[in-house]
């Protein structure tokens, strides 16, 4: 991990925090720079993790999808250095890669016309498959980073789910 990486994240455990706020099905943060997560049509349970490291929200699904509840992540990353989204996505897929999960190819998709990097990675263990959306998201002073997983028998059902909340995502 380089010096860049980790003074970003040694950064964003000092910084004084301000809870977000949720309102209805929508979570308002500011910690990492302003965003906005939408929970489209109330399927998603939104919890505030700001003031837990560069944690921002976490969504777990309300209704289970083939009994699991899938869970979309979200961190926030701050920009320092000229760092760009390529280093970014490059230095996230690195650590998913050491902690032994198996890595997609990127892709870079449109999502409420932004451009947005993405990613799958799975992870198999006691038998069990983990599927995972990674989605890195450039914005004015911070990069947003949300990563859905669902156990393989769910994902399928899951996969449009994650996809709405970062179609609708603001920042």
Known sequence: MNRVWIFAIALSFSLPVLPGEIIGNTYIGEKNGYIEIQSPGGKWQIVDREGQGPSIANLTVKDPIKGSRPTLLFQGIPKMGGITLDQIMQMIRTSVEQQGLELGPVEMKRYG??????????????GIKVVMNTF???????????????VEGAYEGAKPMFEEVIEKLKY
């Open 136 to 150: 890195i998201c450039e914005g004015p002073k911070n990069f947003f980073m949300a990563t859905g997983s669902a």
């Open 113 to 126: 016309g932004k451009q947005i990097a993405t990613f799958n990675s799975t992870l198999t263990k006691q």
